[in-house]
């Protein structure tokens, strides 16, 4: 029996002591659970703390209400931390999950390192800990249980193989990347740049980041275009919003998005497909933000410490999109 399952068990004889107890004393308490029973007695709810990383744009909101969403159909309780795009909220409202003693936490970490020392408070108190949507880096992999996401490296790869494709491999590219240190950032630059390393004709003349925000992305388009102006004849966005950013600062510029300049991105979010359908964003890889039941069943299977065949990582499928698609699926988006 692993610790999760000896906490679980341990919660499930306090909580029938309480209940002799309350029986006995023939008094009520105001929702029968002590802190530490969370869900043993069969009638409080398991508590999972979700840290999320902001609400930069609109893949997060959808991102949020999956969560939100599916802790509610699995009957756990959530309690939510919006980190407002600083790692040193997300750290605090990590230490106190742990202090309030949850059942489980939901980590969605905005960068990749920095988290050893509390998650390490998190493993003492016996507190799983499951990554959702980015990844981490730490020393010791059995800080956390597992991490459900999509794969961004190949994101990254999936765009630049279809820019080739579009493009037979010759084009000036300026990439508008994420927040930095983030492990989307970091995965879609390197896996884009290791397609394109084999295509000597495909040339990023510009990079930097958008911070994954509509607002960002068009900022930075703007100084691109005025600083390298005709030159640019693609955009590859780390996210839709940013990319949706590029195309108002396009069109601000007197050019055509999608037929003077190319955009290609990432998330598949509505507004991107009304784009494509409006001709002017080329492609979107999609990255799926409705990770909340997949995260809800592997927390229900930790929590009852059956976690034997549980993958370290895993992956959501993604799928490209591109114009002439887009129109076929448009109307059966979820996000
Ligand atoms: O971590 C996933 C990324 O974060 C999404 O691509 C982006 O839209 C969000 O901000």
């Known amino acids: 029996m692993n610790s999760y399952a000896r906490k679980s068990l341990r919660r ?3 909580a029938s002591l309480a209940l002799m107890i309350l029986i006995g004393c023939s008094s009520k308490s105001d929702n029968g659970a002590m802190k530490g029973d969370n869900g043993g007695d069969g009638t409080s709810k398991p508590i999972i703390g979700f840290v999320q990383t902001g609400s930069e744009g609109d893949w997060r909101k959808a991102h949020t209400e999956s969560v939100r969403e599916a802790a509610e159909e699995a009957g756990f309780e959530l309690r939510f931390a919006d980190g407002q795009a600083k790692q040193e909220n997300q750290i605090k409202a990590l230490s106190s999950f742990v202090a309030q003693g949850v059942d489980g936490i939901i980590l969605a970490p905005l960068v990749e390192t920095g988290w050893d020392n509390v998650l390490e408070k ?17 020393k010791d992999d059995s800080l956390y249980v597992t991490y459900i996401g999509a794969d961004t490296y190949n994101e990254g790869r999936l765009a630049a193989e279809w820019l080739i494709e579009k493009t037979g491999g010759k084009a000036k590219v300026v990439e508008l990347q994420g927040t930095p240190g983030a492990s989307p950032t970091i995965n879609r630059y390197n896996g884009f740049r290791d397609v394109i390393a084999d295509h000597s004709g495909i040339e990023i003349i510009a990079s930097q980041s958008g911070d994954f925000r ?4 068009k900022e930075v388009m703007e100084a691109f275009l005025k600083k390298h102006g005709d030159d640019i004849e693609v955009v590859y966005a780390h996210n839709d919003d940013m990319a949706i950013g590029a195309i108002q600062a396009i069109e601000d510029a007197g050019k055509k998005p999608g037929d003077d300049i190319i955009l290609v991105s990432i998330d598949g979010v509505r507004a ?26 592997a927390m229900k299977k930790i929590l009852a410490g059956d976690i034997g065949d549980m993958p370290k990582k895993q992956m959501i499928k993604d799928r ?3 114009r002439d698609s887009a129109k076929e699926v448009i109307d059966s988006r979820k996000y």
């Open 12 to 14: 499930t004889l306090l």
């Open 122 to 138: 998190a493993k003492k108190r016996n507190i799983p800990v499951l990554i959702l949507d980015r990844q981490v880096e730490v």
């Open 214 to 217: 509509r607002s960002k992305g």
């Open 272 to 297: 991107a497909f009304e784009a494509m359908v409006e001709g002017k964003l080329n492609c979107t890889v999609e990255c799926n933000p409705l990770q909340g039941p997949m995260a809800f069943d």
């Open 320 to 322: 490209v999109y591109d």
